[in-house]
C-alpha cells in the first residue's frame, strides 16, 4: 500500500503542478488578465471572454482544492476513506479519480 501511495502522491503533485500553471496563465495576482487595449473595438467580446476565463480560473481552483485535500488526507492516514460514511473507496476509483474523497455510492 505504501507504494500505492507513493505513485497517487507523485499523481497528485503531478496534476497539481498543472493546475497551478493553468491557473497562473489565466490569471495576474488572482484577478483574471485578458491583454486588450481600453479602446479595443468589441468590448461585448472581451466581457465575455473574460467571463469564461473567470469561469475557467474557478474550476481548477476547484480541482486543486481537491488535489491539496487528497494530498492531506495521505498525509494524515485518511486516503482511501469516504469522506461521508467511512468506508473504503475502491481501488479501480482512487485510480481513475486520484483526489477523490468519496466511495462510489456517495459520488
Given amino acids: 500500500m505504501a507504494e500505492d501511495l507513493t505513485d497517487i502522491r507523485g499523481t497528485l503533485e503531478s496534476e497539481r503542478r498543472h493546475l497551478l500553471t493553468q491557473i497562473d496563465e489565466l490569471t495576474v495576482g488572482g484577478e483574471i488578465d ?3 487595449d481600453d479602446d479595443f473595438a468589441d468590448r461585448g467580446q472581451v466581457a465575455g471572454e473574460q467571463g469564461e476565463n473567470q469561469v475557467l480560473a474557478r ?18 492516514g485518511s486516503y482511501g476513506t469516504c469522506t461521508v460514511c467511512g468506508d473504503e473507496i475502491g481501488p479501480e476509483r482512487q ?6 474523497d468519496r466511495c462510489i455510492t456517495h459520488a
Avoid at 481552483?61 to 485535500?69: A, G, K, P, S, Y
Avoid at 485510480?95 to 477523490?100: E, G, S, V, Y
Fill in 59 to 76: 474550476t481548477l481552483q476547484t480541482q486543486l482544492d481537491l488535489v491539496d485535500r487528497a494530498l492531506a488526507r495521505i498525509d494524515d
Fill in 34 to 36: 485578458l491583454d486588450f
Fill in 95 to 100: 485510480a481513475a479519480l486520484p483526489a477523490t
